[in-house]
């Protein structure tokens, strides 16, 4: 079936992507955004979220036509919904925003639409989302009750791109198509099939939805293992970038770099749902996201224990007169993305109990977030260096890959990425 205009529900950091993808592949596109001032931003042809080169295709995509984005649901031949899938309470998933989304769409769903659900879900939420649509519109069929024959398709189709790297793999990442019929799949795989390059697999819905926990739960899981080796080997005194760079050397051993703690919107937030369905059984998943969100509360004990150490040293100063330098706010290498980062928790927790100077060096940001900006001071990379009593180095940016370690004057410096270790 011919899809002359897709409608993309929620244009954050992967629906707004995808529908300028679709759009470039000379697509009727119909963003949809409850952001009214996102909505405004797109529709003169600008972005208001932070991925590479992403602004050159939305503005193209604009200006030709293809991409409008509005606040209200409009008909279209297919729906993907890429709205957050955040957490509350106790590591419960919510799905509140799934919710609303389908509902909004089903006033305006016509027998033979396509409905992907994008957003990343606890096992069962497609069929939720189904239910919640047929609920809506008892007047057409759906594939939970109809099957093969339904009025409307519904598949999960996860998205796996990589922040910083979205307009590439979007196009060339291998799709998980998880169907909830046959044909639903097979519908979904000639929609994708407009952009993607890599190639789509298909499966059923509820596996498809599992299969991307399990990718973020693995990368979490094997983060957990390094951040545990970094504080066995701190115990130990052995260098544990050291130790990793020689245990991968064995051709079947991988492990991945211990850090400040896991950040991002996806790798600490996707393990809970897991956890939360099965918790009798996720004993492994549930601890290696308590290993990492432990890791910031590790590293602000080592700033303590420096801080003392320096006033051991320097018994003419008191702790007013000691000066901390956080090296690096963003929650990965490169990105200016300061949400949910461990290493803006860590500066944060460090200006408040530390009554000296703090300074924040994020060669990626040209002001501070106002929560951060009365307890310290953004500053630039020299100076930093040069009034640092503490070091503190958070992130891993080009930046501070290229410091000489002879610029290093203290030698009371918290590597948490091991980028100034010989
Ligand atoms: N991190 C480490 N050590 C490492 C690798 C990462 O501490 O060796 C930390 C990072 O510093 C960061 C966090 O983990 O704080 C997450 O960063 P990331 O680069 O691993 O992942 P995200 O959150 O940017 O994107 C992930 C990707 N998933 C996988 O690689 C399995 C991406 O493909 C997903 O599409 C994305 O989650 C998502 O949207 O779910």
Redesign the pocket.
């Known amino acids: 079936m011919p899809f002359k205009t897709i409608s993309v529900v929620g244009l954050g950091y ?1 629906g707004l992507p995808t529908a300028a993808v679709f759009a470039s592949r000379k697509k009727q596109v119909i963003g949809v955004d409850v952001n009214q001032n996102a909505v405004d931003i797109i529709n003169r042809g600008e972005i208001h979220i932070v991925e590479p080169d992403l602004d050159m295709v939305v503005h193209a995509a604009v200006t030709e036509g293809y991409l409008r984005a509005t606040t209200r649901p409009e008909p279209a031949d297919a729906f993907l919904i890429a709205v957050p899938t955040p957490f509350k309470g106790d590591h419960e998933p919510d799905l509140t925003y799934i919710e609303s989304a389908s509902k909004s769409i089903a006033p305006v769903l016509k027998k033979g639409d396509l409905v992907i659900l994008e957003s ?1 879900s606890p096992v069962g939420a497609t069929e939720q989302m189904a239910a919640w649509l047929a609920e809506a519109r008892p007047d057409l069929s759906f594939p939970q009750t109809h099957g093969e024959n339904s009025d409307i398709r519904i598949a999960h189709c996860p ?6 790297h979205v307009l590439r ?1 979007l196009v060339q990442n291998d799709r998980v198509i998880g169907g909830m019929t046959p044909k639903c799949s097979e519908l979904a795989i000639s929609l994708y099939k407009i952009f993607v390059q890599g190639e789509c697999i298909v499966t059923n819905a509820r596996t498809a939805e599992m299969c ?1 926990l399990t ?2 739960s ?2 979490d899981v ?2 957990a293992f ?2 545990e080796l970094s504080m066995i080997c701190d115990k130990l005194d052995i260098n544990v970038w050291e130790l990793i760079r020689l245990a991968n050397r064995h051709p079947r051993v991988n492990i ?4 400040p ?8 937030v ?1 393990p809970w749902f897991i956890v939360s369905k099965t918790p009798e059984h996720a004993k492994l998943i549930r601890t290696a996201r308590e290993v990492n969100d432990g890791k910031p509360k590790w590293v602000l004990e080592k700033v303590q224990l420096a801080v003392a150490d320096f006033l051991q040293t320097h018994p003419d100063k008191s702790a007013r007169e000691v000066t901390i330098a956080c090296f690096g706010l963003a ?3 490169d990105i200016d993305d300061l949400r949910e ?2 290493a803006t928790a860590i500066c944060e927790q460090i200006s408040k109990m530390h009554p000296g100077i703090v300074l924040a060096v994020e060669p990626n940001i040209d002001l501070l977030p106002a929560k951060l900006e009365k307890s310290m001071s953004l500053s630039m990379i020299e100076p930093a260096l040069a009034e640092a009593d503490v070091i503190v180095l958070l ?1 891993d940016h080009k930046e501070f890959k290229e410091i000489e370690s002879s610029k290093i004057r203290t030698r009371h410096t918290i590597d948490t990425r091991g980028i100034w270790k010989a």
Request: glycine share 14%; with cysteine; charged share 20%.
């Open positions: 992967i990343t998205e796996r791109v990589l922040p910083g793999e991307k990718e973020n693995f990368r094997n983060i390094a951040n991945l770099q211990p850090g703690g896991v950040g991002g919107h996806c790798i600490a996707d929650f990965k290498p980062s461990p992130v």
